[in-house]
């Protein structure tokens, strides 16, 4: 049993779930807005990386935040170190996939909310940003709350983007789900067994967490 | 509200931090090795602890993904290739020292198959017969074994009837695993991962039918610590490796046949 590719899978997961988060939330909101132009397409683009082969993500991770892209020569100039083959290229490539199920689920929970409330909220003096943080974001938190939940084991077990964006360095950024491919090519599948039980479990439990949660917001 | 995001934000960061620091505290010489060599460096890595105290790590794959890798700006000390070619190319994309060049063995390909399997041949031009159902090699797109394979079936007359049944591995290391656990019931690996592995025949192929496979090493220089990949390519090219490497079936140089 290795704990150290499990370690890692879990900070950039939880890493990656709060920039998902924070870009989910807002992207999320923006699309459930009605005065928010063209936001089919728009949502249709952001939920792209749900349906496009890894590779294909994998590719366009590579030509946006690669060595030779602006971005990543920007980022290399300030840390020293580039975006790719480390585990900043692992947390990018754990938010692109789980970054689509947020948005979904912020989206959907937010336009769920009653918008009476908010109308109600507005009469009452509340600025646009006041109502939404104070009614209508709250209103929705237990459907952001799913999405995140989904995002965080999506995240948890990202292996194609990873692969080709962050490679498979044991102990820098070798996840769980790339050391667990190691170790079944190597024919080591005592040293999987244990990675494969906790990621096994957790996807389970995410998934019941999820079910659990959306009934909370139905019954409502 | 605006707290939780905020909070969000903290969490991120501090994960980032933590995921990017503990990295740092531990340094560990990074070599990129060609999957034949998964055992035998296993073993080298090992001894190469007991003797500098450094950890090493190993990234194996195809010689051809990693030498991609290395080019995009992979952070490597060094790049053990399964053939000398891969190795000057990423010494022509700046990210290995070309001065630093060695080669260190010579692969032999071999048929393994598995035991209590259908059929063991005897010749590698019997893979053409219907027993083997299924023939595994490496992809010979960028995986220099799965090259050869190709190139000793083709020789031998056998291709064109094995080509309707083969299987790509990704690497030779996962074309071994597909005959391993049944999924084909031939493949043609490395014998370095052959003699490692318990429960099948071996059935050497001879050197004639392909290109030689040379094995060379190179220094990268985009590593954390690129002496560290001095010190690995010292020891598998010292007395002791050496030995390690005759014991994995590797052809070394100044004493091939």
Redesign the interface.
């Known amino acids: 049993m290795q704990w150290a590719p499990l370690a890692?899978s879990f900070?950039?997961a939880?890493?990656a779930t709060?920039?998902a988060?924070?870009m989910g939330?807002l992207l999320g909101a923006l699309l459930a807005s009605r005065r928010f132009p063209a936001r089919d397409l728009f949502d249709a683009l952001f939920t792209l990386p749900m349906v496009l082969p890894p590779t294909v993500l994998g590719y366009y991770v590579?030509v946006s935040i690669?060595?030779s892209s602006a971005l990543g020569r920007a980022f290399e100039r300030v840390t020293g170190?580039?975006i790719?083959?480390?585990?900043?290229g692992a947390?990018v490539a754990a938010t692109v996939g789980s970054l689509p199920l947020v948005i979904k689920s912020a989206r959907a929970a937010l336009e769920s909310v009653d918008p009476a409330l908010v109308a109600a909220a507005r009469t009452l003096g509340a600025s646009p940003l006041r109502a939404f943080?104070?009614v209508k974001?709250?209103l929705a938190?237990s459907g952001i709350l799913a999405g995140l939940m989904l995002g965080f084991a999506r995240a948890l077990g990202d292996f194609g983007v990873t692969l080709m964006v962050a490679?498979?360095?044991?102990?820098?950024t070798q996840t769980a789900s790339l050391a667990i491919y190691?170790a079944?090519?190597?024919?080591q599948d005592a040293r999987a067994a244990g990675m494969i039980a906790v990621l096994t479990a957790l996807g389970a439990a995410v998934l019941y967490a999820v079910n659990r949660l959306t009934r909370l917001r139905n019954e409502r | 509200?605006?707290r939780v995001?905020s909070a969000?934000?903290v969490?991120?960061s501090i994960?980032?931090d933590?995921?990017?620091c503990k990295?740092a505290d531990k340094p560990?010489v990074?070599v990129a090795a060609a999957a034949d060599l998964?055992f035998a460096f296993e073993q080298l890595g090992a001894e190469f602890v007991r003797q500098t105290g450094k950890?090493v790590?190993?990234?194996?794959?195809s010689t051809g993904l990693l030498q991609q890798?290395l080019s995009?700006?992979?952070?490597?000390d060094l790049f053990a290739a399964a053939d000398v070619t891969f190795a000057d190319a990423a010494v022509r994309a700046g990210a290995c020292e070309a001065a630093s060049k060695s080669l260190y063995a010579r692969g032999q390909l071999v048929v393994w198959t598995r035991e209590g399997g259908p059929a063991h041949p005897a010749t590698l031009a019997e893979l053409a017969l219907p027993a083997y159902a299924r023939v595994a090699i490496a992809n010979p797109d960028h995986a220099p074994y799965g090259r050869a394979a190709k190139e000793a079936l083709q020789r031998a007359g056998a291709w064109e009837a094995v080509a309707r049944k083969i299987v790509y591995g990704e690497?030779v290391?996962?074309t071994l695993?597909y005959a391993?656990?049944g999924n084909v019931e031939a493949a043609v690996v490395a014998l370095s991962l052959a003699v490692a592995?318990k429960g099948g025949t071996v059935l050497p192929i001879d050197p004639a039918l392909h290109a030689p496979i040379d094995q060379a090493l190179v220094v990268c220089t985009r590593g954390a610590d690129p002496e560290g990949g001095r010190a690995f390519a010292a020891l598998v090219n010292s007395a002791e490796g050496r030995a390690v490497m005759r014991r994995f079936g590797f052809l070394l140089p100044g004493e091939q046949r």
């Open positions: 890692l900070e950039v939880i890493a709060a920039l988060a924070v939330v590579l690669g060595r170190s580039s790719v083959f480390t585990v900043f947390i943080f104070t974001l709250p938190s490679g498979d360095i044991p102990g820098e190691d079944i090519q190597s024919n | 509200m605006r995001l969000l934000l969490v991120a994960a980032i933590t995921a990017a990295k560990a990074r998964a950890r790590t190993f990234s194996f794959g890798q995009q700006g992979a952070p490597f690497n290391r996962q695993q391993q656990t592995t």
